[in-house]
Structure formats: structure tokens, C-alpha cells
């Protein structure tokens, strides 16, 4: 399974962006979706998650950003608002998935894209 994001850039406090990110492949079936982010020299971490309707957000993020996932085109988004200077990092879409008729899981990661709130 790949994973192709897009959508980040530079925005001005106070902006919006959205970022989407697409997997791809055969055979497989997505359990969860999300997004996580690393900002210079800090330790990457969960932004937003989604699994079976269900959606998770990290503190600092919680009620700026929400994450959306189209099942039929397997495409999680990130849509976010308010962005502030210290949501400036690279951001990471991450896909759980399984072999149809396996429990097993995998992850996979997409390539990153850097978000840089500034004035």
C-alpha cells in the first residue's frame, strides 16, 4: 500500500489549508487513517486519526483541524483552520491496513508535506 499526500504550503496565522492523502494498492483493507506531524526538532505525533467513523484529535488541535476520510476513493483529509505559528512541521498521513482474510496489520506511511504558518 502507498500512500500519495498533498495540500501543504505556506498560509499566514489565522489561515486554512487542506491536505489529502490517497492509498493505493490491491487486495487490502484500510482499519485506520490519520495524520501526524513532526516539527524541527521535535518527535513526530498524532494530529487526527479516524477508524470506523470514529475520530481522534490531539489536544492542540481540537476544534481547528478535522479529519475526513472518503472510503470509496480511500482519501483521508486534514482540513484545517485557525492554523497558528506552531503548527508549522511536516505532516505525515499513515494508513493501518490488512490483507482481505488476514488479521495481520500494516502500517504505511506517506512521503510527508510541510505546512509553514508565517506572517
Known amino acids: 500500500v502507498q500512500l500519495q499526500a498533498s495540500g501543504g504550503g505556506l498560509v499566514q496565522p489565522g489561515g486554512s489549508l487542506k491536505l489529502s492523502c490517497a492509498a493505493s494498492g490491491s487486495g487490502f483493507i484500510i482499519n485506520s487513517m490519520g495524520w501526524y506531524r513532526q516539527a524541527p526538532g521535535k518527535q513526530r505525533e498524532s494530529v487526527a486519526t479516524?477508524?470506523?467513523?470514529?475520530?481522534n484529535y490531539a489536544d492542540s488541535v481540537q476544534g481547528r483541524f478535522t479529519i475526513s476520510m472518503d472510503n470509496a476513493k480511500k482519501t483521508v483529509y486534514l482540513h484545517m483552520n485557525s492554523l497558528k505559528f506552531e503548527d508549522t512541521a511536516v505532516y505525515f498521513c499513515?494508513?493501518?491496513?490488512?490483507?482481505?482474510?488476514?488479521?495481520?496489520?500494516?502500517?504505511?506511511w506517506g512521503q510527508g508535506t510541510l505546512v509553514t504558518v508565517s506572517s
Open positions: 479516524t477508524s470506523g467513523g470514529i475520530t
Open positions: 499513515n494508513v493501518r491496513w490488512r490483507y482481505y482474510g488476514r488479521t495481520f496489520e500494516h502500517d504505511s
